[in-house]
Every structure is written in C-alpha cells, then in structure tokens.
T-cell receptor
Framework: ETGVTQSPTHLIKTRGQQVTLRCSSQ?????VSWYQQALGQGPQFIFQ???????GRGNFPPRFSGLQFPNYSSELNVNALELDDSALYLC?????????????FGSGTQLSVL | GENVEQHPSTLSVQEGDSAVIKCTYS??????FPWYKQELGKGPQLIID?????GEKKDQRIAVTLNKTAKHFSLHITETQPEDSAVYFC??????????????FGQGTILTVHP
C-alpha cells in the first residue's frame, strides 16, 4: 500500500455531466499528479499540482481541471463528460519537486460515462 | 514529445524461468526510468527505477539495465513465481521545465507465470 487514497472507487455518469474525483496524498508528499488510464493502455499524464498551483499539463482539454488544497490533497474535475472519458483515473503523489522523482499511485477511480 | 515503445505485449513463462521486458524511448534528455507492476483492480506499484547516470540496478530477483546510447532499458525478473503475474509498465521522465511529474508510459506487458 502506498498511502495514496482515492475516492470514490467507482462512478457512473452520463454524457454531459460533471464529475469530481478526490485524492489524499501520501504523508509527507506535497506534489500530486493525475493520470488517465484507458482500458488496455498505459497511464497518460493529465497534470501535476505543487504548492496549490498547476505545475505541468499533458494533452488534455481545459474541461479537465484540478485543485490542490493546503493539506496537499487534490481534486480532479471533468466538465461536459464524453463517452471517451470512461477510464481509470489515477492519482500519484511524490516528494517535493526536484527532491525525488518517485511517484506513488493510488488504486484509482473507475469512471464510466454512459 | 516523448515516445516509449514496450515489448512484448504479452509474455508467458513457466515458474522458475526468467522474464525480460524491453522499452525504447525517443528523447535523449530523459533521465529517470521507473518500472511499475499493476495488478487487477489496483494502481501501478513502483518496483524498481534507474537514473541515467547508472547502467544497471538490482533488487533481489528484479534488475533493470539502461543503455543510454541506444535509448533502451530492460526489466529482468529471475526465478519467476505465479505472484509475479501482472501487467508491467515501463516509464520515462525528463526532469526540468514543464515536465515535472510527467511520466510517459509504455503500452504495458501482460506477464503470466504458469505454475
């Protein structure tokens, strides 16, 4: 177990709706990254948060947004859900930027968009 | 952007045999290379990693080798056990700039170890 916890574990939404996924980072970790993993593929980087600011972003549209809170927990928000957003969403935490590159993942939230 | 190719996509071995998974990458500035194991219903678990200034690293039955000139790295598992069965992912990171936290993953290898 990594100590990274995500909620909920499973979620079903319909196209056009909005969703919020939550993540608590491992103790002592102040950096949180979010990844999308489609079935049968490797995870893809969405963005990273460090000190409550977005610190890097992958090739995802603006309807994917996030927040990081003072306790280093984080949220991923997705607006106007599309069928292709169905995937496993993974949160990973790490020590301070530049200190360690090791990312530790949670078990993910399985999102189904109908 | 970075491109990571992973082979084979599936690998079946007998218990006790060795397993080797290979990855190639495109960005010569990449400098951190982790391997993750993902079991059904779980997130990826970091099993071993290597930095660009090291050619080989070993942790019990698991080893990783890196050839920076050829831009490829490999995962070696010796004396495989049924509990090694899982999906294995290689990943690549280039430190600095806007790339913090941006691991680029391979497509994954489904390893099956038969008792």
């Amino acid at each position: 177990e990594t100590g990274v916890t995500q909620s909920p574990t499973h979620l079903i939404k319909t196209r056009g709706q909005q969703v919020t996924l939550r993540c608590s980072s491992q103790s002592g970790h102040n950096t949180v990254s979010w990844y999308q993993q489609a079935l049968g593929q490797g995870p893809q980087f969405i963005f990273q948060y460090y000190r409550e600011e977005e610190n890097g972003r992958g090739n995802f549209p603006p309807r994917f947004s996030g927040l990081q809170f003072p306790n280093y927990s984080s949220e991923l928000n997705v607006n106007a859900l599309e069928l292709d957003d169905s995937a496993l969403y993974l949160c990973a935490s790490s020590l301070a930027r530049g200190v360690s590159d090791k990312l530790f993942f949670g078990s993910g939230t399985q999102l189904s968009v109908l | 952007g970075e491109n990571v190719e992973q082979h084979p996509s599936t690998l079946s071995v007998q218990e006790g045999d060795s397993a080797v998974i290979k990855c190639t990458y495109s960005d010569s500035a990449s400098n951190y290379f982790p391997w993750y194991k993902q079991e059904l219903g779980k997130g990826p678990q970091l099993i071993i990693d290597i930095r660009s200034n090291v050619g080989e690293k070993k942790d019990q039955r698991i080893a990783v080798t890196l050839n920076k000139t050829a831009k490829h790295f490999s995962l070696h598992i010796t004396e495989t056990q049924p509990e090694d069965s899982a999906v294995y992912f290689c990943a690549v990171l280039r430190q600095g700039g806007t790339s913090y936290g941006k691991l680029t993953f391979g497509q994954g290898t489904i390893l099956t170890v038969h008792p």
